[in-house]
């Protein structure tokens, strides 16, 4: 009678058409007895497999060149529903195999074992909510698509009431215009670590997530190309990306050099490792406007300068670049994340790059106060406009 009543050409000779069949699963789908289509299709023989159509895991999505990509407020307020559905024993952190069942309905595992060295995980090793969001924020950051098929997988549309996954993700307007104006509204950012061999890059990058020497011993492992955590600017809380690069693969093409701001990376106690920066610097960064630190490593070591040469402090003074800021992660408790607070406020504030950041805090929370306040304005604006 339901497909009689709905349809055309369901219903002949008392029985159900092929048209009037697919009706009738359609129906079975849209009232979500999903369980009812299911057993159809296993009575003739189907397995479990199913495949999403690419207009549903793949929508269009337009990045302008110098735009970036990242989870919006909808995103994460879904992610985070995700992770507390299976944290199943409420402990803060997704198991191994509370991962595995978070991922039960993707094709393939997304995250391989190197997660583990990416981001910040519980004392136990777990996955935290702070990790598997850093985690979401850099695959939205370096590979939209993908990001947007796993939500896809995750049913965001479904779940959201929305057209498609790319409700969740925010193009953020081009960089060219965001250092015209002198502000961002970007809460994701790049910096290239760069450094001869052995100069600590890779220890720099694990520090960044809170091990010190000897935990970083204990967890060897995985080498990572990316780690990536919150830091505060400001007052707000901000993404940065380190990604570790291989100078002697990389930085062939003009546009290897490009990101947010570059940490250039020397061994206090090996003066050719600073040169190797300083020849990077001289090469790629001397006449554009990304920001570069240089951050000294090892600095509990002793440190070595041949008699002749100029000191990194001096090069940094005459290139009108901050003094090298030294760090050591041969530390108690957890290294001291300054330098890495350093780094993310120079991305923020490129347009700041040659004055002094400490003195320029003061107008930042100006620009900041502005801000703030033409986000209420707004609000406020909207509400009144609604209640009349
Ligand atoms: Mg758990």
């Known amino acids: 009678m339901v497909v009689w009543k709905n349809t055309t050409d369901g219903v002949q ?5 092929l048209n009037g069949f697919l009706f009738l699963n359609t129906l079975f789908i849209q009232r979500g007895r999903h369980e009812t289509t299911w057993t159809i299709l296993r009575r003739f023989g189907y397995d479990d497999a199913l495949e999403l159509t690419d207009d549903y895991l793949c929508p269009l999505i337009r990045v302008p060149h110098d735009c970036s990509t990242e989870l919006n407020h909808f995103g994460y307020q ?13 402990d803060g952190a997704l198991s191994p195999a509370e991962l595995q069942s978070c991922f039960r309905v993707f094709p393939y595992v997304p995250w391989g074992p190197e997660l583990y060295h990416t981001v910040c995980t519980t004392d136990k090793g777990l996955l935290s909510l702070h990790g598997f969001l850093c985690q979401w924020t850099l695959v939205a950051y370096l590979d939209v698509h993908r990001c947007l098929e796993h939500l896809g997988y995750l049913g965001y549309p479904i779940f959201s009431e929305q057209d498609s996954q790319v409700h969740a993700i925010t193009v953020t307007r081009e960089k060219r215009t965001d250092l015209e104006k002198g502000q961002t509204h970007r809460n994701v950012f790049l910096c290239k670590v760069i450094g001869s061999r052995g100069a600590g890059k890779s220890s720099f990058m694990q520090a960044f997530l809170g091990k010190n020497l000897a935990a970083q ?6 080498q990572t190309v990316y780690t990536i955590n919150t830091v505060q600017v ?4 901000k993404y940065l990306i380190l990604q570790e690069i291989d100078v ?3 930085f062939t093409k003009v546009s290897d050099a490009s990101c947010d701001v570059a940490c250039l990376l020397y061994d206090v106690t090996d003066y050719k490792s600073f040169n190797f920066c300083a020849s990077i610097y001289k090469q790629h960064y001397m006449d554009g406007q990304i920001p570069c630190l240089f951050v000294a490593t090892k600095s509990d ?3 070595t300068s041949p008699q002749r040469s100029i000191s990194p402090a001096e090069f940094c003074y005459k290139q009108r670049l901050p003094p090298p800021i030294y760090f050591t992660c041969n530390s108690h408790g957890a290294p001291n994340s300054t330098v890495y607070a350093k780094l993310a406020t120079a991305a923020t504030f490129p347009h700041l790059n040659d004055i002094d950041l400490g003195a320029a805090s003061f107008w930042i929370r100006v620009a900041l106060g502005a801000t703030v306040a033409a986000v209420v304005g707004v609000t406020l604006y909207k509400a009144v406009a609604k209640n009349k």
Do not use: A
């Not at 011993?217 to 995985?222: C, V, Y």
């Not at 400001?234 to 809380?237: P, Y």
């Open 13 to 17: 000779d008392n029985g159900l058409t």
């Open 78 to 90: 879904f992610l985070q529903k995700i992770f507390e559905k299976h944290d199943k024993d409420l």
């Open 217 to 222: 011993k204990e967890s060897l492992g995985r």
């Open 234 to 237: 400001n007052g707000q809380e």
């Open 248 to 250: 002697e693969l990389e």
């Open 301 to 303: 070591l002793p440190q």
